[in-house]
């Protein structure tokens, strides 16, 4: 549900399996397996993983001909599992002879991923280029025709460099790049239109690592097609450096209407949960208004006026008691992820930030007496005391969620 007043750029609307991306429906998630496709059980179970964190596509590589026979075998375990998820094949290199080969088992996937920087070289390029878009035609399937600047056309780049080179004041290397990646993504789904692809089966997406220039390229695209845009910082890197620059990237060109599709591309930890990026794409949606996926809890930093252990234990159990009651909420509290929670620390803000929200609780600070007044919609209704506030302010969450949202 989106509660946004963001004017969105109009796009062409594609259907991907069952959800639509452009058009006026919500931005979609996406996110990418990193496990060895030909593992069925392992690709299956982070599928599922990846979905049941909330992404609404997830692409699998498809590298070689045991990854793509293990397609069929992993969307009927999906199928089995309740969920219908698309799923994505991503293909390089040699797509136009997997693509070629297996049909059949292509048929379950239900978009096709395309880097035209790594179709093939000279007069092969658009032959194999060609190849990929017949079989996506043959099959119905739509395409995502994803240029990368790590693996951009080196012959359009080198035609861009020497055009420049002639100029009387040639452009920066940085400019160049940006607008070879525009010209290979238009050019390229403009012959995927000539060879019988009609416009609403065509996503574009023009991946760079610098945020600038991203959002630089993101601007320009915009304003000269009416495709799909997939959004996304490539190589955004692990933890805080690749939560923070995707963030940065994305804010601003979400805010300003654009992009259809968002992926964050998070490095996983070692024995970390791959369904961390989507946690992070839900929320720079959700922190920008755009959509919402849980109740929004906010929650004072702390400072030298709380009693901050029992403020911190407070805050995060609110927040995965939020989480882990998520999934039964959703299914009996429609529009339940609109709540907005406040959990602050000390007398400074914390009345005013609980009537600013649905429901809230302000802690009283350290040294002073241990009493919590909640505030709900806007109101001071009880002041919680002793040693079980905790347990008690979850009780009365749940009563004013079953009594406002059933």
């Known amino acids: 549900m989106s509660n946004s007043n963001i004017n969105r750029r109009k796009s062409n609307e594609v259907k991907v399996g069952n959800v639509f991306i452009g058009g006026d429906n919500p931005?979609?998630?996406?996110?990418?397996?990193?496990?060895?496709?030909s593992d069925i059980?392992?690709?299956?179970?982070?599928?599922?993983?990846?979905?049941?964190?909330?992404?609404?596509?997830?692409?699998?590589?498809v590298n070689d001909a045991d990854a793509i026979q293990a397609i069929p075998y992993i969307k009927d375990n999906i199928q089995k599992s309740g969920l219908n998820i698309p799923l994505v094949g991503d293909f390089h290199f040699n797509g136009h002879i997997l693509l070629n080969k297996y049909q059949s088992e292509a048929a379950h996937l239900d978009k096709f991923r395309i880097n035209?920087?790594?179709?093939?070289?000279?007069?092969?390029?658009?032959?194999?280029?060609?190849?990929?878009?017949?079989?996506?035609?043959?099959?119905?399937?739509?395409?995502?025709?994803?240029?990368?600047?790590?693996?951009?056309?080196?012959?359009?780049?080198?035609?861009?460099?020497?055009?420049n080179n002639n100029l009387n004041i040639p452009k920066s290397l940085d400019e160049v790049m940006c607008e070879a990646v525009i010209a290979s993504a238009l050019e390229n789904a403009k012959l995927a239109e000539t060879i019988g692809m009609s416009n609403n089966k065509i996503i574009i997406?023009?991946?760079?690592?610098?945020?600038?220039?991203?959002?630089?390229?993101?601007?320009?695209?915009?304003?000269?097609?009416?495709?799909?845009?997939?959004?996304?910082?490539?190589?955004?890197?692990?933890?805080?450096?690749?939560?923070?620059?995707?963030?940065?990237?994305?804010?601003?060109?979400?805010?300003?209407?654009?992009?259809?599709?968002?992926?964050?591309?998070?490095?996983?930890?070692?024995?970390?949960?791959?369904s961390k990026e989507v946690d992070v794409a839900k929320l720079i949606l959700q922190s920008l208004g755009i959509r919402y996926f849980l109740p929004d809890v906010t929650s004072c930093p702390g400072c030298g006026r709380?009693?901050?252990?029992?403020?911190?234990?407070?805050?995060?159990?609110?927040?995965?008691?939020?989480?882990?009651?998520?999934?039964?909420?959703?299914?009996?509290?429609?529009?339940?992820?609109?709540?907005?929670?406040?959990?602050?620390?000390?007398?400074?803000?914390?009345?005013?930030?609980?009537?600013?929200?649905?429901?809230?609780?302000s802690l009283p600070g350290r040294g002073e007496n241990p009493t919590a007044p909640v505030y709900i919609d806007g109101e001071k209704k009880v002041t919680l005391k002793g040693d079980n506030i905790t347990n008690d302010f979850k009780k009365i969450l749940i009563n004013y969620i079953d009594n406002r949202f059933r």
């Open 41 to 61: 059980e392992k690709t299956t179970n982070q599928i599922l993983e990846l979905a049941k964190a909330g992404s609404e596509i997830v692409r699998v590589t």
């Open 27 to 37: 931005i979609v998630v996406q996110s990418m397996t990193d496990t060895n496709t």
């Open 116 to 163: 035209p920087g790594n179709v093939g070289k000279k007069n092969k390029k658009d032959k194999n280029f060609t190849t990929m878009i017949e079989a996506a035609c043959k099959l119905d399937k739509p395409v995502r025709i994803g240029v990368n600047w790590g693996s951009l056309d080196q012959e359009l780049l080198a035609d861009k460099l020497d055009t």
């Open 205 to 274: 997406s023009c991946k760079l690592s610098k945020v600038n220039m991203l959002i630089d390229v993101y601007q320009k695209i915009s304003k000269m097609c009416d495709y799909a845009l997939h959004l996304g910082l490539t190589e955004a890197g692990s933890n805080e450096r690749g939560i923070v620059y995707s963030s940065c990237a994305l804010g601003p060109l979400l805010l300003n209407g654009i992009g259809d599709t968002i992926r964050v591309s998070l490095t996983t930890d070692i024995n970390g949960s791959r």
């Open 306 to 361: 709380t009693s901050s252990d029992y403020f911190q234990k407070l805050a995060f159990d609110i927040d995965q008691y939020i989480k882990d009651s998520m999934p039964v909420w959703k299914k009996n509290y429609p529009g339940v992820e609109n709540l907005k929670i406040s959990v602050m620390g000390c007398i400074v803000n914390g009345p005013g930030e609980s009537k600013h929200a649905d429901i809230g609780i």
